[in-house]
């Protein structure tokens, strides 16, 4: 069966530092891997997603970066942290093609002060 | 802009059926109607989903319309474990999904 590891589960940051988030599948190949954000009390938006290898597709502007070195694998980053990147992280991975379904990790929860 | 319509809060007693609906009057032919929940501080959970037929799983059942316009989501019995946020979503379902805001169901003792 096919589970999708994250971590960690809660970062406290401080402003200006790096961040590098990890998410890792296992039990499946060549999935869409995504991270989304959710700011407390707001619903998810979609930050970054890949359809394979090196391919990374950003929705929204912003301090972060993401990158798929391996099939299974997809890494959130930010050289420095703001404020505003505080909020609850999620990966998800997906198969491909119409109908299919998106499973989700447990969340890292990232505090910047 | 928003592809779906639903109610920002419900209430459901223990041991009813929950019933939430949700209104996606754009919907084209090819987009599919996907439910998700999210547990307080927890990964949203995969539900249920459909195209045009009604679906049952161990979880709930599906509702859509003829038109397709829009569906019902029912928890048959619903137990406290099912207060959560629940999210419809209509897309194609071959690369991302959008949330909105979705429903905050609450199931009273």
């Known amino acids: 069966s096919q589970t999708i590891h994250q971590w960690p589960a809660t970062l406290v940051q401080p402003v200006g530092s790096p961040l590098s988030l990890e998410c890792t599948v296992e039990g499946t190949s060549n999935p869409n891997l995504y991270w989304y954000r959710q700011a407390a009390g707001r619903g998810l938006q979609l930050l970054f997603y890949?359809?394979?290898?090196?391919?990374i597709s950003s929705e929204v502007p912003q301090n972060l970066s993401a990158s798929r070195p391996q099939d299974r694998q997809f890494i959130l980053s930010s050289k420095k942290l703001l404020l505003s990147d505080s909020g609850f992280y999620l990966c998800a991975w997906g198969g491909q093609g119409p109908g299919n379904i998106q499973y989700f990790g447990a969340g890292t929860r990232l505090s910047v002060l | 802009d928003a592809k779906t319509t639903q109610p920002p809060s419900m209430d459901c007693a223990e041991g009813r059926a929950a019933n939430l609906p949700c209104n996606h009057s754009?919907?084209?032919?090819?987009?599919?109607v996907y439910w998700y929940r999210q547990i307080h501080s927890q990964g949203p959970q995969y539900i249920i989903h459909?195209?045009?037929n009604n679906e049952t799983n161990e979880m709930a059942s599906l509702i859509i319309t003829e038109d397709r316009k829009s569906s019902t989501l029912i928890l048959p019995h619903a137990t406290l474990r099912d207060t959560a946020v629940y999210y419809c979503i209509v897309d194609f379902g071959n690369e991302k999904l959008t949330f909105g805001t979705g429903t905050r169901l609450t199931i009273i003792p």
């Open positions: 890949s359809v394979g290898i090196g391919q």
């Open positions: 459909g195209l045009k």
């Open positions: 754009t919907i084209s032919g090819n987009e599919y």
